[in-house]
């Protein structure tokens, strides 16, 4: 079973990138996304990151880069609408990893069901400077709607300019977990957020 709160790295550097993924490690974070672009030096970013993780017991997921997850033997990889098909991707990784998919739309939702993703990363929820060309706003109304129509058959993930009092009512709408970045790695004490993340998050499972 995925973690339900799924870490997406964020910095400037490889170090930064790095640095936080390791202070999100320490503070129980189980489900990690290295999201770093500039190809030519996300491997050996990838290769420290994976035996950090697995020193963990942790999760890795690669984002956009089905080649690099393939040489680093990570877990698994997420893609953007525009990035390579998840059948390309399966061909590569073969059916055994974990594969995410974005989404904006109950059609893209549909879509990433279709293609038999392992997760979606449904979003945004609100602004967020995170990522550059970001689609329409979500908010809870829109999450309630696709949730309602595609009676969440595979893990959704909420993301986007997430908040801690925004969690409780993202789930209530059937979501099953949520994706951060900021909010991570901003924090001054990851493991207290951590710890409060999960609080909410199997409180209101067991709630529901």
């Given at each position: 079973m995925l973690d339900r709160i799924h870490y997406i790295s964020q910095g400037n550097t490889v170090e930064d990138h790095f640095t936080c993924i390791q202070q999100v490690?320490?503070?129980?974070?189980?489900?990690i996304q290295l999201r770093y672009k500039n190809k030519h030096e996300i491997y050996p970013l990838a290769e420290k990151v994976k035996l950090l993780c697995e020193n963990y017991e942790a999760?890795?997921?690669i984002n956009d880069f089905v080649d690099v997850?393939?040489?680093?033997d990570a877990d698994g990889l997420h893609l953007g609408l525009n990035d390579a098909t998840v059948e390309n991707a399966r061909t590569i990784l073969g059916n055994d990893k974990i594969i995410g998919g974005t989404a904006n739309t109950l059609k893209d939702v549909q879509q990433r069901i279709?293609?038999?993703?392992?997760?979606i990363g449904l979003g945004p929820f609100r602004y967020t400077t995170t990522k550059e060309k970001l689609s329409p706003i979500l908010g809870l109304e829109s999450y309630q709607s696709i949730l309602s129509e595609v009676k969440n058959t595979i893990p959704i993930y909420a993301i986007g300019g997430i908040h801690t009092s925004d969690v409780k009512a993202i789930l209530k709408t059937g979501i099953?977990?949520?994706?951060?970045s900021g909010l991570i790695t901003q924090s001054d004490d990851k493991k207290e957020l951590i710890k409060?993340?999960?609080t909410i998050i199997h409180g209101s499972i067991k709630n529901s």
């Amino acid at each position: 079973m995925l973690d339900r709160i799924h870490y997406i790295s964020q910095g400037n550097t490889v170090e930064d990138h790095f640095t936080c993924i390791q202070q999100v490690l320490d503070a129980g974070g189980r489900l990690i996304q290295l999201r770093y672009k500039n190809k030519h030096e996300i491997y050996p970013l990838a290769e420290k990151v994976k035996l950090l993780c697995e020193n963990y017991e942790a999760t890795l997921i690669i984002n956009d880069f089905v080649d690099v997850a393939k040489e680093v033997d990570a877990d698994g990889l997420h893609l953007g609408l525009n990035d390579a098909t998840v059948e390309n991707a399966r061909t590569i990784l073969g059916n055994d990893k974990i594969i995410g998919g974005t989404a904006n739309t109950l059609k893209d939702v549909q879509q990433r069901i279709d293609e038999k993703c392992t997760y979606i990363g449904l979003g945004p929820f609100r602004y967020t400077t995170t990522k550059e060309k970001l689609s329409p706003i979500l908010g809870l109304e829109s999450y309630q709607s696709i949730l309602s129509e595609v009676k969440n058959t595979i893990p959704i993930y909420a993301i986007g300019g997430i908040h801690t009092s925004d969690v409780k009512a993202i789930l209530k709408t059937g979501i099953y977990g949520i994706a951060l970045s900021g909010l991570i790695t901003q924090s001054d004490d990851k493991k207290e957020l951590i710890k409060e993340l999960n609080t909410i998050i199997h409180g209101s499972i067991k709630n529901s």
